[in-house]
Nanobody, 114 residues
Framework: VQLVESGGGLVQPGGSLRLSCAAS????????VGWYRQAPGHQREWVAT???????SYAGSVKGRFTISKDMVKNTVYLAMNNLQPEDTAVYYC?????????WGQGTQVTVSS
């Protein structure tokens, strides 16, 4: 099983990005998939989770700005991020829970700066 994130980059405050997490070796199906982020000097924190295709939850700091979604055909989970702020700067990781196993991707850097 491999998860690969993409879509990170440098964006100005107020801008938008869409991150992708593609799975190989298994399908996301109804499994729980989450996005997490880790800023320099900080612990990794939870951002959002999707279970199935429409059961979603968000951290308070991103609610209303970020949207998590899943494309079952493309076997990809997305994180659409709007109105990005400097405090959103971090490496973003996706995680899939499959039974007792947790699978992580390698992360993608998001930098919000003017």
């Amino acid at each position: 099983v491999q998860l690969v994130e993409s879509g990170g980059g440098l964006v100005q405050p107020g801008g938008s990005l869409r991150l992708s997490c593609a799975a190989s070796g298994t399908g996301f199906g109804l499994k729980s998939v989450g996005w997490y982020r880790q800023a320099p000097g900080h612990q990794r924190e939870w951002v959002a989770t999707i279970i199935g295709t429409d059961d979603t939850s968000y951290a308070g700091s991103v609610k209303g700005r970020f949207t998590i979604s899943k494309d079952m055909v493309k076997n990809t989970v997305y994180l659409a991020m709007n109105n990005l702020q400097p405090e959103d700067t971090a490496v973003y990781y996706c995680k899939m829970i499959d039974g007792i196993m947790n699978y992580w991707g390698q992360g993608t850097q998001v930098t919000v700066s003017s």
